[in-house]
């Protein structure tokens, strides 16, 4: 029967042999091969279809009927004896009935359909991506439940092999339908849960991270899912910055901030800054791309809270001359500057008038200037008025010290400051001018009573100067965070710090 010419004859007789009891596995799979040679489809099938007990293996017969081309054969035994994986290849790879292939999926356990889908997802999805994107989120849906009554309980089954990260690469030649994908995951399974990650497993948790940054990156390149209903319909940076604003959004700070830089996305890294609080840089992003209108908003929202900010405006202000409104956006610039003291008068005039850009004229600061000439002057007469003060209290003390030091001192009182009963031996008169009976002092007797509070208070004065004239890095710091280095040196210096200061022998 080696010649092929006798493949007729080989196939009677494989057939009388298992008429008559006496094949074995490998007359089976040889007789199989003969009826797929001679192209004989009836006894094919009526030898598949009869057989009571296959002696054969059904992998090689499967293998074989696909090889000739007898799919429906080949169906039939894949499954007769349960050989999903073939069935559904055959379903897909040969007879390209991906409808069929998703229905059989769809009966399938999660385990085996995660299995079959990692397999064949991508061409399900070229053909119907629409069923395929459903069918994958339903896989998903089911795989993250099981895995969470997992936690508590023991495993009741073989855990889905197929995680949401491990779907996403299936869409790699559909990234509208990866959208609309992570659209419905999200939907399903997180959009009601706050932002925190309490409760949920590792797995779910780098998921749900995952799922989100790979929207907004979908989004930021343009791609919107095709089943959004036409009522909900946004453009693809509107459902992009809808999604940075969403406080339920797991979305990794930075890598979003790359995105929305590297797409010239400035509205999301508006919304990036606003959910930081980063009110600052906020406003310089505002600066930079020259919104005049944000940067109004902001300082209405933020100017109460924060008045530093009216500092960068006034400079991006006074080197923009041409704005329609700017004599008036100085002017609230100035008014708040100069409420909270922000910047000396000094400081103000340079960042006016320090740049070759600036079109601030005089008429336009002449309120501020005029009022800081008047607070000055009133400021340097009260200083004038104090100078005198304290220059007479200095010379009236500097008298009595001296007085107290080369004349005698006559003590003239009578009675006793503490009962007021005449004074009588033995008493003792202090230089203050107070006198009191020995017995009136008890244990004290280095100073007056009635003026302890008072020497006290001086006394721990004197020690807080020697301790501040210790404290060199402390004026240092006040020095470099001030905006009027010369107010702390003169306030420093009015302290008397060198009075402590101990010269040591080298």
């Not at 919104?291 to 109460?304: A, E, F, I, N």
């Not at 008890?442 to 020497?455: A, M």
């Not at 721990?460 to 301790?467: N, S």
């Amino acid at each position: 029967y080696l010649d092929a010419q006798r493949l007729i004859s080989l196939a009677g007789y494989l057939q009388e042999l298992h008429a008559a009891g006496m094949a074995t596995a490998d007359h089976t799979t040889l007789l199989l091969n003969c009826y797929t040679k001679l192209r004989d489809e009836e006894r094919l099938n009526q030898f598949i279809h009869t057989q009571e007990d296959y002696q054969f293996d059904v992998d090689t017969a499967i293998h074989v009927c696909r090889q000739a081309g007898f799919y429906e054969q080949a169906l039939y035994l894949a499954d007769k004896f349960a050989k999903t994986g073939m069935y559904l290849k055959l379903k897909v790879e040969d007879q390209d009935d991906i409808k069929a292939a998703l229905e059989y999926m769809h009966k399938l356990g999660d385990s085996d359909a995660s299995l079959y889908l990692a397999e064949l997802g991508r061409r399900c999805l070229a053909s119907l991506p629409r069923e395929t994107t459903e069918l994958l989120v339903d896989v998903c849906i089911r795989s993250m439940d099981a895995r969470t009554a997992d936690r508590g309980d023991a495993p009741r089954g073989p855990a889905p092999t197929l995680s949401m990260r491990r779907i996403q690469h299936l869409f790699a030649d559909q990234p509208a339908w990866l959208a609309a994908f992570l659209e419905q995951v999200i939907a399903r399974r997180w959009q009601q849960q706050p932002a925190s990650t309490v409760g949920l497993s590792a797995d779910e948790e780098n998921d749900m991270k995952s799922a989100w940054n790979t929207l907004l990156e979908l989004y930021l390149c343009g791609i919107e899912s095709p089943i959004a209903s036409q009522a909900a319909k946004q453009a693809p940076k509107e459902r992009a910055l809808t999604l940075l604003r969403n406080s339920s959004a797991s979305i990794d700070w930075d890598r979003a901030y790359i995105l929305c830089a590297s797409n010239g996305f400035t509205e999301g890294i508006a919304a990036l800054y606003e959910q930081r609080g980063d009110v600052a840089a906020l406003l310089e992003l505002f600066i930079e791309h020259d919104d005049v209108r944000q940067m109004r908003g902001l300082l209405d929202k933020y100017g109460g809270e924060r008045p530093e900010l009216y500092v960068k405006a006034l400079h991006y202000f006074a080197r923009n001359p041409q704005l329609g409104d700017n004599e008036r956006l100085l002017a609230e610039c100035l008014a708040t500057i100069e409420k909270h003291h922000l910047m000396s008068p000094l400081r103000v005039l340079q960042a006016l008038g320090g740049s070759d850009r600036s079109g601030v004229t005089l008429g336009m600061v002449r309120g501020y200037i005029m009022r800081q000439i008047e607070a000055s002057t009133k400021r340097i007469q009260d200083n004038e008025k104090a100078i005198a003060s304290y220059a007479s209290e200095y010379t009236t003390r500097h008298d009595n010290m001296e007085a107290l030091r080369t004349k005698p001192v006559v003590f003239q009182s009578t009675k006793c400051t503490s009962c007021m009963a005449p004074l009588d031996l033995p008493s003792v008169h202090f230089l203050c001018k107070h006198s009191y009976h020995q017995r009136c002092l008890g244990d004290i007797n280095d100073s007056c009573p009635k003026c302890q509070v008072e020497n006290q208070a001086l006394e721990d004065q004197r020690r807080r100067q020697e301790l501040a004239a210790k404290q060199h890095d402390a004026f240092f710091n006040k020095l470099q965070s001030s905006d009027d280095g010369f107010e702390v040196v003169a306030s420093w210096f009015s302290k008397n710090p060198f009075v402590f200061t101990r010269l040591v022998d080298q």
